[in-house]
């Protein structure tokens, strides 16, 4: 069974207006619709790191409750850590700069989880990629923060981005698990949920 052929009994619906979740997911092949909707944020202050990027795709799954009785819904959610500090998206220029001397010369955990949703079934599950960069002096830093914008990017920057062809030496694990869509694991489980439906 090729998932394209049966997506065609249940439509999904991507809930994330990524560009580069967009972008991944049609890479795919899968055909889908974009929805989005606004949704708080917040995990529980004793929440594991491990456990905040599923969690937050779980919230924004809900908020698609209504949708999920007649489409399948996904959504995604990346969270970056250096120990178990989480870093979000940086506001400024000055937090994207305190952000990134955090990860310089070390090695940092890019976690994304999943949510799909369909009816009464949730699938939660998280991917999870250890990059580690250069040691990187400010000018270097401050440079790609005034090219790059990565305001939008949880620890500010983003794998397909400039910083990483000059400052990343290795990653352990999906490459677009870091990019923020762990292509394989959402293969799979889309593919596990339709063969279900046959």
Not at 34 to 60: F, G, H, M, Q, S
Not at 120 to 148: C, G, K, R, W
Not at 152 to 169: E, F, M, N, R
Request: hydrophobic letters at 40%.
């Amino acid at each position: 069974m090729l998932l394209t052929h049966a997506m065609q009994t249940v439509p999904l619906i991507l809930g994330s207006g990524s560009p580069r979740r967009k972008q991944l997911l049609a890479d795919t092949g899968l055909k889908f619709s974009v929805l989005t909707k606004n949704t708080n944020e917040d995990w529980p202050a004793d929440l594991p790191t491990d456990e905040i990027a599923a969690y937050l795709a779980n919230k924004k799954a809900t908020a698609f409750k209504a949708e999920a009785q007649q489409s399948i819904i996904l959504t995604a959610d990346t969270v970056v850590c250096v120990g178990d500090k989480v870093l979000n998206k940086a506001e400024t220029h000055h937090q994207a700069l305190e952000m990134l001397r955090l990860l310089a010369g070390k090695t940092h955990q890019t976690y994304t989880g999943i949510c799909i949703r369909y009816q009464d079934q949730v699938i939660n599950a998280t991917a999870v990629a250890d990059v580690t960069f250069a040691d990187m002096p400010d000018e270097v830093l401050n440079h790609y923060i005034n090219t790059s914008k990565p305001f939008d990017k949880a620890g500010a920057y983003g794998i397909q981005d400039w910083i990483s062809l000059v400052g990343i030496t290795e990653i352990k694990g999906s490459y677009y698990t870091v990019m923020g869509l762990p292509t394989h694991l959402v293969y799979a489980e889309l593919y596990r949920l339709y063969a279900s439906l046959q």
